[in-house]
């Protein structure tokens, strides 16, 4: 039962929308302008530098608050003893030798899924990158900067933020196995990486066809 409240709990933290919020105290429909995506990328091309890092701060605080609390949870040793005879922990245990580190990865899946599918958006969402990086933060912090440096390195050079984000998580798994290896670790990576992916196969679209808007481009309507 406590494994099911971290993980509706970051659900529903995930799912608030900061950019959109941010929007609308500046009187816009986020969901109405240019790509429609409630992300930092979008409200960067719509309401400029000031709100797009504001929005993405926030939305990466959500992943890492989600595994903070969990850590703080299932690092007490306490946490475990209603799990003795069976139950969610339980049965972690019996599956994996890090039921900790399974436990933070599903918190910060569910807070992924959360962004992505909002329940005071009619589950509807963004792409999850910057709630993923938030997550590595707390997760994986060696990769976290990696992930975030590969992203930043392979945006500046192709202009298209798009892109730096399938380059950079398509390689999390990768990097997850050669610098944290830890087999949950590597399989909730390879994870995050899927949901990243599926999200961006418009953009992929977008980059074969050469129709994507690169970074900083103005939004239609803006």
Same mark, same amino acid.
């Not at 595994?67 to 003893?81: K, L, N, Q, T």
């Not at 997850?176 to 290896?181: C, H």
């Not at 399989?187 to 808007?213: C, D, F, P, W, Y």
């Given at each position: ?11 529903? !933290? ?5 950019? +959109? ?21 979008? +409200? !960067?091309? $719509? ?37 003795? $005879? ?10 994996? $030798? ?10 910060? !899946?569910?807070?992924?899924?959360? %962004? ?31 992930? !975030? ?24 798994? +990768? ?8 087999? #949950? ?14 999200? %961006?196969?418009?953009?992929?679209? $977008?980059? #074969? ?14």
């Amino acid at each position: 039962m406590k494994i099911l409240i971290l993980i509706v709990a970051s659900f529903v !933290l995930g799912s608030i929308p900061f950019g +959109v919020i941010i929007a609308k105290a500046k009187g816009v429909d986020l969901k109405k302008i240019g790509s429609g995506n409630i992300g930092a990328t979008n +409200v !960067l091309r $719509s309401l400029g530098k000031g709100a797009a890092l504001l929005t993405l701060l926030g939305d990466m605080m959500k992943g890492t608050a989600a595994v903070a609390i969990a850590r703080a949870f299932v690092s007490d040793p306490g946490f475990y003893a209603s799990y003795a $005879s069976g139950g969610g922990a339980g049965i972690l245990q019996s599956i994996t $030798s890090n039921p900790q580190a399974a436990i933070e990865g599903l918190v910060g !899946l569910s807070a992924i899924l959360g %962004h992505n599918f909002s329940m005071f958006l009619r589950f509807r969402g963004g792409k999850g990158v910057a709630t993923s990086l938030g997550v590595l933060v707390i997760y994986s912090p060696q990769v976290a900067i990696l992930t !975030l440096i590969i992203w930043l390195v392979a945006a500046l050079i192709t202009k298209y933020s798009s892109l730096g984000a399938i380059i950079s998580f398509g390689l999390l798994p +990768v990097n997850v196995f050669l610098f944290d290896p830890v087999r #949950i670790k590597v399989l909730i990576s390879a994870m995050i990486a899927l949901l990243i992916l599926v999200r %961006h196969i418009g953009n992929i679209e $977008s980059l #074969i066809k050469g129709t994507e808007r690169k970074i900083g481009e103005r939004a239609r309507g803006s």
